[in-house]
């Protein structure tokens, strides 16, 4: 190839040298295209011999250990379009590995639609920066053995934090998807510029624990209650006397990018993700906590609305009581008939007797454990409710699954039964004759989970 193009290049070049020789009085015009025509000849000659890709892996050999790809990647961008096609090659080359976490050379060639050569050239690449491992070799189909590599999960890393309104909890994940480290401080959520310090605080010491850079990390999913507008990156609840977005000045902070969405949302990503929902296209995920919200997984995507603020079911209105005053400002939103408060407020009224000591709602729901009539009956109440406002949502959305979470899952068959015997009673036979409803399987780790997953989905946005 490389003669023949050499050759085609020379020839070029003489045919126009001789077309012009007879002419002496050529314009000035006709000689700017022949000399157009010879310097498209010969970029033509350097762009498809090699000497783009080999600038390219010298580029990557000189990449140090630890250095982020990302910066690398987008010095590539920056030099010419031919590399910036490489780039992405090289982030879906990634991708696959991310995808499949195991895959050889030509397999790698057939799922980007790429020669084997390239896919060797992409897998050193990323062999050379600690993103993927050679692990050995796989049966000869005929030919020469091909090269098995694996993603490498000692080296990158996302971070995980969930800004609870009590605790803080930082988690560390490797691109296997595995939670390698967790930790949870004492931290109540404010809107202050001291909690932001001590958030970053407690990062860069769990990193430091960790024996981990800055520059390891592909990036910090960050979890906070409440309305969060997720094109601006705005809270409309916390941080809202900030001059700029949270996640900007996180970013900032840390030296790490972050990506910010509402918890409950996260919780249903990391459902959708690794847990119950994970191979459902339409699934609803219900909070049931302090506060009720939901994430709701429509066609495969968690739905996020115009302006990001989707999935606010504990704010829709429910029995038409202009009494119950919601913290937001409205009155009768099913939030104040269903979380923790509501749940005291209903075995209380029932003749519940609480213990003196830890809150109302932990002494309900171990009671109702131990056989406690009263106790069972107030959560009964509250699945009752639960199930009345989902009938709504289910013939909205017609889910394949809905998933409990939240502190008032702790309370197990009791609470689903009531929800799902509402759902019987109340939603048309077609809706529900092969609905599942469940508990979380994964705890409070949804929400750590789902951080993950955006960091993951972001980090190859665009590829
Ligand atoms: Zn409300």
Request: glycine fraction near 8%; charge should be positive; hydrophobic fraction near 45%.
């Amino acid at each position: 190839m490389l003669v023949k193009r050499a050759f085609n290049t020379i020839v070029h070049v003489l045919l126009s040298f001789f077309i012009w020789l007879p002419r002496r009085s050529i314009s000035i015009s006709l000689l700017q295209l022949h000399f157009a025509l010879f310097a498209g000849c010969l970029l033509n000659f350097f762009k498809k011999n090699a000497f783009f890709p080999q600038k390219l892996a010298n580029l990557q050999a000189k990449t140090k250990k630890g250095r982020r790809l990302i910066e690398t990647f987008e010095k590539i961008i920056n030099t010419s379009d031919f590399q910036a096609r490489s780039t992405v090659l090289l982030k879906r080359a990634l991708l696959a590995f991310y995808q499949r976490k195991l895959l050889s050379i030509p397999l790698l060639a057939t799922e980007l639609g790429v020669s084997i050569p390239t896919a060797g050239r992409l897998a050193a690449i990323l062999t050379s920066n600690h993103f993927v491992r050679l692990i050995g070799e796989g049966p000869s189909g005929g030919g020469r053995k091909p090269r098995i590599y694996q993603i490498d999960e000692q080296n990158w890393f996302t971070l995980a934090v969930d800004a609870g309104r009590e605790h803080l909890r930082i988690a560390l994940f490797n691109l296997n998807d595995q939670k390698k480290a967790e930790s949870i401080s004492t931290l109540p959520l404010e809107s202050s510029m001291q909690y932001l310090e001590a958030t970053v605080s407690h990062i860069k010491r769990f990193l430091v624990r960790h024996h981990l850079k800055p520059a390891q990390v592909l990036g910090i999913g960050f979890a906070v209650p409440g309305l969060i507008n997720t094109q601006t990156g705005r809270s409309l609840v916390h941080f809202t006397g900030f001059l700029r977005p949270v996640n900007d000045m996180l970013a900032d902070m840390t030296g790490i990018p972050v990506v910010m969405d509402n918890d409950a949302r996260l919780m249903a990503k990391g459902e959708a993700s690794f847990g119950k929902a994970q191979h459902a296209q339409n699934a609803i995920y219900l909070f049931l906590d302090r506060g009720v919200g939901a994430g709701l997984l429509i066609n495969g995507e968690i739905y996020k609305g115009t302006h990001g603020f989707a999935g606010e079911f504990g704010h829709t209105h429910f029995l038409g009581n202009k009494n119950n005053i919601c913290y937001c400002g409205q009155t009768d939103c099913l939030e104040t008939y269903t979380n923790l408060r509501a749940l005291e407020e209903e075995a209380l009224r029932m003749g519940f007797t609480a213990s003196a000591t830890g809150d109302v709602w932990v002494n309900i729901i171990e009671a109702s454990w131990r056989g406690d009539r009263v106790a069972m009956d107030a959560i009964a109440e509250i699945g009752r409710r639960l199930g009345l406002a989902l009938v709504n949502l289910v013939h909205l959305i017609d889910p394949e699954i809905i998933i409990i979470g939240g502190s008032l899952a702790m309370a197990g068959n009791v609470l689903t039964h009531s929800i799902y015997n509402t759902l019987r009673e109340n939603a048309m036979h077609a809706f529900r004759e092969d609905l599942r409803l469940e508990l979380s399987g994964m705890g409070q780790d949804a929400c750590l989970a789902g951080c993950h997953a955006m960091v993951m989905k972001n980090f190859f946005a665009n590829v």
